[in-house]
């Protein structure tokens, strides 16, 4: 079998099963009413009505741009949790063991898997950013903040946002193909994205030695690839961040690794 027809293949796996749709749907509300609720307050502030005039708690100028990047720092655990579908399922079903028959030749199936997974990611990229985008340019319209729609660089947050969120689907499928079982895959996916680099963030943000470190976790670099992040206003971005092209090479050599890794220790050994 070709690598596009084992593509093709891999692509029609991930749509011929609900988990895609409801984690798009999923994806959807969380980031859209994170970022709804956001704009409104942080424009309300902004504009003084809800501080009266004291103080915005985020200023009107490069508001919208932290709002859309939401899409990519909260959204960024869809594509990485699809990634890792995209490979544990297979492992959970067994589907992988008449996968190895049609096409023996393992390290082409899982380069299939990686583009797959830039198709994916791309398409849960491109309903992140609208997610993001279309609530919370509407509110702060409404409020009379400016929604930096016609600028470029607005534009080019979206373009790092949709490449940030395909290297996050790379390495959900590196965390796959390490971590056989589902379960524990979704269990340390969940643990490490949802508390474990949060907090190490927030404590950067108060000691100078961990915030030297905390710019190179994965998350930490894809906001900086993305040029914008929530954690500069919760004090997890008090130290410097890294330059949006290092942000991307260090979330790059993060999948790079975990499927280098994961391709020797467990993607050949046997199936079943």
């Known amino acids: ?73 909260i959204g960024y655990v869809f594509p990485l949790l699809i990634g890792t579908l995209m490979v544990t399922t297979e492992f959970r079903h067994q589907t992988l063991t008449p996968t190895f028959l049609a096409t023996p030749r393992r390290g082409l199936v899982l380069w299939a898997k990686l583009i797959a997974g830039i198709v994916i990611g791309g398409l849960f990229a491109v309903v992140a950013v609208l997610s993001a985008a279309a609530p919370g340019a509407g509110i702060l319209a409404v409020l009379g903040v400016d929604t930096g729609l016609g600028s470029g660089d607005t534009w080019a947050l979206f373009a790092r946002t949709v490449l940030a969120l395909m290297l996050w ?6 965390v796959g193909t390490l971590v056989r079982n589902q379960v524990v895959a979704i269990v340390v996916v969940l643990a490490f994205t949802q508390f474990v680099e ?26 900086a690839l993305i040029g914008a992040s929530i954690y500069a206003v919760m004090g997890g971005g008090a130290g410097e961040s890294l330059e949006w092209w290092h942000g991307g090479i260090v979330l790059l050599a993060y999948a790079l690794i975990v499927l280098l890794i994961g391709h020797i220790v467990s993607w050949r050994r046997d199936v079943t």
């Open 198 to 223: 949060p907090l190490l963030r927030v404590a950067g943000g108060f000691v100078d030695w961990i915030a030297d470190l905390t710019r190179f976790l994965p998350g930490a670099a894809s906001d």
């Open 169 to 174: 689907t790379l390495v959900g499928i590196g």
């Open 1 to 73: 079998m070709s690598l596009i027809a084992a593509s093709r293949s891999e692509v029609t796996k991930v749509f011929s099963t609900a988990g895609w749709w409801i984690l798009a749907i999923v994806l959807v509300f969380y980031v859209g009413s994170t970022a709804a609720g956001l704009a409104f307050v942080f424009g309300a502030s902004a504009t003084g009505e809800l501080t009266g005039g004291s103080g915005a708690i985020v200023p009107a100028d490069g508001l919208a741009a932290l709002i859309y990047s939401l899409g990519g720092s």
